[in-house]
């Protein structure tokens, strides 16, 4: 009888122990009008009263996404098998009385991608949003969307099973611990690292590769089989090689995914691009030539990738602990976003992936973007503050103002240093300092990177990003042999300054040439003009741009110039070839940024460090 009493004991503890943790299934073979039903067996509470959330905002999106509006029929079930009376509270609470009780949580969730009743005008980036779409066997799961926590109970472990056709298989960053042909078993060790994992079932198309010590995965949904997770791999491959260099000689995750979601048809958003997590990246891009998305993807995804510096390694508490419903910010996106996008540019100049001139574009081109933006306030006061309307609507400056001050960083600091570090080396030693699992205090920061570099580079911190002054560009950009001008003037090519516009049926045509200069005017394009052929190339929407920019860059002065339009003349239609001699006009071009051909020894020494070359 005590053995007895003994083994029962074990197993009553063992059942509770088993208790301990969220069971949730996910059953994709139910999906029905673009619904899917998630069900989740929750931990022992111990409150009379709780309340279950989904997350209002979720870190990397920076916006409000509200995702409690995508929950129907929200049900709490009791141990015997009975409904608990829930109360929606808000649109993404809801308290649940007689917890002590509650067994298991249910209700259906909506697809984002797609338009339905009570959807609101607040369209979700496709990136952070959930695609059920059982008809084309595609499921894009961004697990915060699809589920949410007891308030309290946020940091137990979560089991997570996706059900699933035998012709669909799953992509992701979390880890596997059980698979069936129609079935997949994951785990998380808390909400956090839960959301932190997106994953994207389709019809297989993944390929896997171990680059520089990480195991990367590459998953591709093309409805039209346009591109391949194979030509996506073959395009990232040096990238991230030259990103495991610029990172110290090796990646700092043992895995990582790239999710790729290509859609035919435009978006609800009106928007596409990517949202970076620690172990993995979500794209949803639009189908077109393969040879341009392949390399938007690559643009990206240099982006995208140096997220595993940070936020993963080096963030704040405000992220650390992050509150889904009511969330504080992080004084520092210059950090976050600025540092990754400099990052993503500089590694590909600095590895020879593309000219000294291609980055100077790049980086004059966000000169200009910041003059849109104005932020006229400290970049950390605009940080903490950016769920505000007036900086969510210029939170785009991140990329760009937040890129030009790592930009600057990095050579106050290769300056001041004499050459002994850069912002890459700082980086790495606050992540040794910080790593995943330790955070530092906002108001920190600064007087943390003193200590690493000098008084000089804390002087720069306060006045261009905890300040409000200007950054120096003819200063600082000079230290390392390049000359800024804040306007010049050119003489450039010109393709006679018509208005293009697309038609219904998606070609180019000429919708106004009233401000024509004079070359328009010798080519004759009229209003209502189809754009087929400019200089023999073929002119479609996905061509456009790339054959304008060959013309711009390839023209001189005087060549012949001949333009196939298709016009409308006397009621019939016609292809016209138009005919005149290319023309240079002047442009006036600010932020304009130039190499020294012959620099001083010391702007030599600091340009040979900043690209690696000394």
């Not at 099973?161 to 880890?175: E, R």
């Not at 297989?204 to 680059?211: E, G, L, Q, Y």
């Not at 040096?238 to 043992?254: C, N, R, T």
């Not at 990095?410 to 912002?423: F, Y």
Request: aromatic content about 12%; proline content about 4%; some cysteine.
């Amino acid at each position: 009888m005590r053995k007895i009493a003994f083994t029962l004991s074990l197993l009553f503890a063992f059942a509770s122990i088993a208790q301990d943790k969220y069971l949730i299934n996910i059953d994709l073979t139910q999906a029905n009008e673009d619904r899917v039903p998630v069900e989740i067996k929750v931990p022992t509470i111990s409150e009379d009263t709780v309340e279950y959330h989904m997350a209002k905002i979720v870190p990397g999106t920076y916006s409000i996404s509200d995702f409690g509006r995508f929950v129907v029929d929200f049900k709490a079930i009791d141990k015997d098998g009975k409904e608990i009376a829930a109360e929606k509270i808000s649109t993404n609470r809801w308290v649940i009385p007689n917890a002590k009780n509650l067994s298991k949580i249910s209700y259906w969730i909506e697809d984002s991608y797609d338009e339905f009743d009570g959807y609101g005008s607040n369209k979700l980036f496709e990136p952070g949003g959930m695609s059920i779409e059982s008809d084309k066997g595609v499921f894009v799961m961004n697990t915060f969307g699809f589920v949410g926590y007891i308030d309290g109970y946020k940091f137990k472990p979560f089991e997570l099973t996706v059900v699933h056709d035998k012709a669909i298989k799953g992509a992701t960053s979390l880890k596997k611990t059980i698979s069936t042909e129609t079935s997949d078993t994951f785990i998380a060790d808390n909400y956090n690292f839960l959301a932190d994992a997106p994953i994207m079932y389709s019809k297989p198309d993944i390929v896997t590769k171990n680059i520089a010590g990480a195991e990367v995965l590459v998953s591709v949904y093309s409805p039209n089989k346009i591109l391949s997770a194979a030509d996506v791999m073959d395009n990232i491959d040096e990238l991230m090689e030259a990103q495991a260099k610029y990172l110290g000689g090796e990646l700092p995750v043992d895995r990582y995914a790239y999710l790729i979601y290509l859609f035919d048809s435009p978006s609800i958003s009106g928007s596409w691009g990517a949202l970076e997590h620690s172990y993995s990246s979500l794209y949803t891009l639009p189908e077109m030539d393969p040879e341009r998305i392949s390399q938007t993807v690559k643009d990206v995804a240099a982006h995208e990738f140096f997220h595993i510096v940070t936020p993963l390694n080096i963030h704040s508490e405000e992220i650390h602990n992050f509150n889904y419903i009511e969330p504080e910010m992080s004084q520092h996106l210059w950090l976050y976003e600025g540092v990754t996008e400099y990052s993503s540019h500089h590694v590909q100049v600095k590895y020879k992936l593309y000219d000294l001139e291609d980055f100077l574009a790049e980086m004059q081109s966000k000169m200009n973007q910041q003059d849109q933006y104005n932020v006229d306030i400290p970049y950390t006061e605009f940080s903490a503050n950016i769920l505000e309307p007036v900086n969510e609507r210029r939170y785009g400056d991140v990329y760009a103002g937040g890129a030009l001050i790592a930009w600057c960083l990095d050579l106050t600091i290769i300056k001041s240093t004499n050459g002994e570090k850069d912002l890459q080396a700082v980086l790495r030693e606050l992540a040794k300092q910080y790593g995943p699992m330790k955070a530092f205090k906002d108001d920190e920061l600064f007087g943390e990177i003193e200590k690493i570099t000098n008084a000089e580079v804390k002087e720069f911190l306060d006045k261009y990003v905890g300040g409000n002054e200007r950054l120096p560009y003819a200063e600082i950009l000079g230290w390392a042999g390049l000359r800024y001008s804040p306007e010049s003037n050119e003489m450039v090519a010109t393709a006679g300054k018509f208005t293009p516009a697309l038609n219904e049926a998606q070609e180019i045509y000429v919708a106004g040439n009233s401000d024509m200069n004079a070359f328009g005017k010798d080519l004759d394009l009229q209003v209502g003009d189809v754009l087929l052929e400019w200089n023999g190339e073929k002119i479609t929407l996905e061509t456009f741009s790339d054959v304008m920019q060959s013309y711009y860059s390839e023209i001189a002065e005087g060549d012949k110039v001949t333009v196939l339009v298709r016009r409308e003349v006397k009621g019939k239609t016609k292809e016209v070839k138009l005919k005149a001699k290319s023309m240079l006009v002047k442009s006036s071009q600010r932020h304009a940024l130039e190499i020294i051909e012959n620099p001083s020894p010391e702007q030599q020494k600091v340009r040979a460090f900043w690209l690696g070359t000394e």
